[in-house]
């Protein structure tokens, strides 16, 4: 039977807590000294529990309040989101004598070296001190959906846990850290202070990023100014604890169509049409403030090619900027692009956000169509009832396209009174092959106007409801693809030949002859007496 002193040194030894190489981890390791006098059944440690050990790491996004509360290794609730798809492994520290034999944590000796191994692990960017090696001690887990990475059936021993890789989001990976089984809580702990847990709880936090994209389909001029579009990238600043970034940008890049260019950078030497977003940068703090930040000073935009666009924020200026005011918040970039052409009908464009060398990626889409008028007019040229009617190309019909923005197909108030902008204009007239061209259009619901007729027909001004669905015109199916006809002017009336209408004609024309006779006699009589007087 052991004695009281050695029961007492075991306790005392029972305070060691083994270090952690981060302390938001919360894990904090106390060095002691001690004999190595054997201490199997003193104390508390309960040595039927070796080999029924466990670790749970539970990994968290990292948020102001959650990276500052020290964990005791206990089950705890932990605000904040948790993480998956984060991959752990674990090794045992073992010493390096050839055998890999394991620290004895049963004795006194076993947890002296513990501590020697876990201070000098905090002191020295988490490397081993020489004497100490590690093996496996089970495969790798990945964090679940509620961020639960575990081992279980582990012996007495001391573990490195590492955190092998993670999703992209994250900023800054956890360093690796040590965890003993048993572990001491210690004296300090709120729910079971001076206890052996056999079941480990470690509460790691990641900062995280985020990167989405959406286009300005808001925009007031979205529809009506169909020759551009603006794209919005929003970017997460993580919040770091006051580590300082290594880097932070973010990236627009154009997706063109194999053989068709399809976008180009909105160029600031050309007016961009009211109602379009224009390029701006801004960055907000996590209550959603708007904070101080200068082109040229802050952040600089560059085009590495004609495809890509960047911000990137300066070293230091930017960078502690965000670090200093805005952890938490978001990076704006709008970018405003102009549309060459339809392509297959969608518009693609890919964004990246760049944080501490961790890329994390973002797209969006807007779909475009266009619309092919064929102006034409029925005619028999045989003149002969017996041959179809053939459809004959009429050139100098001139259209404007305008949104139905109810899209219920009834012109409403105010729906005519800005023409849609397609291709640099806003009216489109039919060449000698009967065509109109709308070039490109947002898809939705419109309305097509004649404004001028060709010429020798009436104009129908009838507004035409028109759908554009995604993609280029197509006459087969009848895809962004309609048909109209004029009429020709309305004749006059001719006479028929040998009818009354000659009678009237040759009996008018006997008056006026009879009348220009006797208007001829009355002015030679007159001029006579004027000869005799």
């Known amino acids: 039977m052991t004695s009281n002193s050695a029961t007492h040194r075991g306790r005392k030894l029972g305070a060691a807590v083994v270090a952690l190489a981060l302390g938001a981890f919360g894990l904090i390791g106390l060095s002691s000294t001690a004999s190595a006098d054997p201490i199997y059944d003193v104390g508390d440690i309960d040595s039927s529990q070796n080999g029924q050990g466990s670790i749970i790491v539970t990994k968290y996004e990292k948020s102001p309040g959650n990276g500052i509360v020290r964990a005791d290794g206990t089950q705890q609730t932990v605000a904040g989101t948790v993480l998956p798809g984060v991959t752990f492994s674990i090794q045992e520290v073992v010493y390096d004598d050839g055998l890999n034999t394991p620290l004895n944590l049963e004795t006194n000796a076993g947890w002296t070296d513990a501590s020697a191994v876990a201070t000098y692990f905090a002191a020295n960017s988490q490397t081993l001190p020489t004497g100490y090696t590690t093996i496996s001690a089970g495969g790798n887990d990945v964090t679940d959906g509620s961020g639960i990475a575990s081992w279980t059936g582990l012996g007495f021993g001391l573990y490195l846990i590492t955190e092998v890789s993670s999703p992209s989001n994250v900023v800054d990976p956890a360093a690796p850290f040590l965890v003993s089984v048993p572990f001491p809580t210690g004296p300090a702990a709120a729910d079971q202070p001076n206890a052996w847990l056999y079941d480990v709880y470690v509460y790691p936090k990641n900062s995280v990023t985020d990167t989405t994209k959406s286009v300005n389909s808001s925009d007031a001029s979205f529809n009506t100014q169909a020759d551009y579009v603006s794209w919005t990238i929003v970017v997460n600043i993580p919040d770091i604890g006051g580590q300082s970034f290594t880097d932070f940008s973010v990236t627009d890049k154009i997706n063109q169509v194999i053989g068709t260019a399809q976008l180009e950078f909105w160029d600031t030497g050309d007016p961009l049409p009211a109602g379009i977003s224009p390029r701006s940068v801004t960055v907000k703090n996590s209550s ?26 300066t ?42 060398q961790n890329d994390n990626d973002a797209d969006a889409d807007t779909d475009l169509g266009q619309l092919r008028v064929f102006k034409y007019a029925l005619v028999n040229k045989d003149d002969n009832d017996a041959t179809p009617m053939t459809k004959e190309p009429l050139q100098g019909a001139t259209f404007q396209i305008f949104l139905d923005a109810d899209g219920d197909g009834v012109v409403d108030a105010g729906e005519l009174d800005t023409p849609v902008t397609s291709g640099g204009g806003t ?43 995604a993609g280029p015109w197509d006459d087969d199916p009848a895809v962004n693809y309609i048909e109209i006809s004029n009429d020709q002017v309305p004749p ?26 006797g208007l001829a006699f009355v002015a030679f009589r007159r001029r006579k007496a004027a000869q005799a007087a």
């Open 492 to 517: 006059w009336l001719l006479p028929f030949t040998g009818g009354s209408g000659v009678l009237i004609f040759s009996l008018l024309g006997g008056g006026l002859m009879a009348l220009a006779f």
């Open 315 to 356: 070293d230091p200026d930017g960078l502690e900027n965000l670090r200093d005011n805005a952890p938490g918040g978001t990076v704006t970039f709008v970018v405003p692009t102009k549309i060459l052409s339809v392509g297959n009908g969608v518009l693609h464009n890919d964004a990246k956000g760049i944080v501490n």
């Open 427 to 469: 009216s489109f007239s039919s060449d000698v092959n009967g065509f109109v061209d709308i070039p490109v259009l947002k898809v939705g619901k419109y309305f097509l106007v004649e404004t001028v007729a060709p010429v020798g027909y009436q104009l129908d001004p009838t507004p035409r409801p028109v759908t554009i669905v």
């Open 288 to 313: 959603g403030v708007t904070q101080t930040f200068t082109d040229g000073t802050d952040y600089n935009i560059t085009f590495p090619d004609s495809d890509t666009q960047v911000v990137t924020f």
